[in-house]
């Protein structure tokens, strides 16, 4: 399972394959990372230098954490694609095809401009998350969506 937990500063991502259920996020930053609940990760319960922190503690791979760099996320699932918006313009997609089955994530493109600031990952995500949710598959191929996704860093 592929989540994204967002707020207006950062996002932070949850790979369940990854997670080894080491609980060092629970104890970290209790409220934010609370198992059992529904969503299990709540930003709001917590400061962002805190979550920063033990997000990178994380000891799995199972958490990672970008900020935003006030670029928004969102899926266009009308295009098959996921967008990354800076205001009112778009710096990045990911494109995918939609069999009713499988998400197949063929192209992931960001603008170099805006490079090294992990909107490619938020973009995957989004489209991952949007699959799973609708009980899909998801097929990377596009050679970073195969990275992203792939089960052990
Ligand atoms: S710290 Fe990482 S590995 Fe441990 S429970 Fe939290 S997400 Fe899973």
Redesign the pocket.
Known sequence: MHRLYENDDITVF?DSD?????????TGCPGV?EFGRRPWIDLSRGKNPDIWQTVK????G??DIVYNHDVKIELDEENFRSIALLGEICIGECDYRDDGKDFTIYHTEVDPAYSDRGIAKRLVFKVTEAAEKRKCGVIPVCSYAVRVLQKKE
């Open positions: 949850w990854k997670c080894f259920h080491a609980k060092r996020c629970v990372f503690k994380c000891p799995s199972a958490l």
